[in-house]
């Protein structure tokens, strides 16, 4: 039976050593180390890839910590909005939600649109009669507030930006697995940018530009930039550079955000596994918070 390897990320952005407290660093450590546990815990009793990657996603979007879920920013017009895909590598099914609101968890949603909408993306306030239909917990705006989100918009507002959260040291959740069965999967979940207008969607709902998984090359869930990875496909990128060119995990992985997405200007990262349960965590920005387990060994978590 083969090895169970999870891997998550919380952003990748500026996030700079010298403007961390200790304190914040372990908080961000901690909440790594629980989404691990809660989708390890999963893939320890032989449940699937695709149910430990939601679960591992779902405890990132109810930390207020990053910007998915409770913690996402605000829009120009003061809403949370918010972008989510799933896809499942063994059977190449995939759900994507775009400009939600109210919805405690849309990596949920996105496994509902995966499992029973017979489409792949659904936006607005279409994703929203859907989630009531098929009964997602939803959440009052009071939920999503924090002070600290308020502000970041208003600074956003000052400067007529829309501006990526992590610069703030918070950001995008995702996670990817390879189950004991040999299959594997990739979710992402995000917020957006801070002051986004004009329904303004990025590549965290997009299969294959921020998510994409099949068994025969690699799940992958990326974060940064949104725009860049949408012109580089980014996550269907690693997955053709080791399907065509037959590169290996690391190298597709390490390719995509090294050579071509600083060649486009984009900034960011992304996690991936294959189904031999290897991982690639590459970033070309400062740092991306990330953690990574594998069967028989201790978590690992790091930032920079
Ligand atoms: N990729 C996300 C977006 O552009 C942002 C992020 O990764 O934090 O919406």
Not at 172 to 178: K, N
Request: charged share 20%; proline share 2%.
């Amino acid at each position: 039976m083969p090895k169970y390897t999870l891997a998550i990320h919380g952003g990748a952005g500026t996030i700079l050593r010298s403007e961390m407290t200790a304190e914040k660093e372990k908080a961000h450590q901690q909440a790594l180390l629980e989404a691990l546990r809660a989708g390890e815990a999963l893939l320890e009793a032989g449940e699937s890839a695709l149910v430990a990657v939601e679960s591992a996603v779902r405890r990132l979007e109810d930390c207020e910590y990053f910007n998915a879920g409770k913690g996402a920013v605000f829009t120009h017009e003061g809403y949370n909005e918010m972008d989510a895909s799933i896809m499942c590598g063994k059977t190449l099914a995939a759900g994507g939600v775009a400009m939600v609101r109210g919805i405690k968890n849309p990596i949920s949603l996105a496994r509902c649109i995966l499992e029973a909408s017979g489409h792949v993306l659904l936006c607005g306030p279409g994703a929203l009669q859907f989630a009531r239909e098929q009964g997602l917990e939803e959440a009052p705006p009071e939920y999503f507030f924090s002070e600290f989100r308020y502000r970041q918009l208003q600074e956003a507002r000052a400067r007529g930006k829309a501006q990526l959260d992590h610069s703030q040291k918070y950001g995008t959740v995702g996670a990817v697995a390879c189950d004991r069965h040999g299959h594997i999967a990739a979710a992402t979940s995000t917020g957006g940018l801070t002051n986004k207008q004009y329904g303004r969607v990025g590549d965290s709902p997009l299969i294959g530009a921020g998510t994409y998984a099949n068994d025969l090359t690699c799940a992958v869930s990326c974060t940064g930039y949104g725009e860049y990875f949408m012109r580089g496909v980014v996550a269907y990128d690693v997955s053709c550079l080791m399907e065509y060119k037959g590169m290996s995990l690391e190298e597709a992985a390490h390719h995509a955000i090294h050579q071509r997405q600083l060649a486009l200007g984009g900034d960011g990262g992304l996690i991936a596994v294959d189904a031999k349960g290897n991982v690639a965590l590459p970033f070309n920005s400062a740092g991306m918070y990330r953690g990574w387990v594998r069967e028989g060994e201790e978590a690992e978590v790091e930032i920079y």
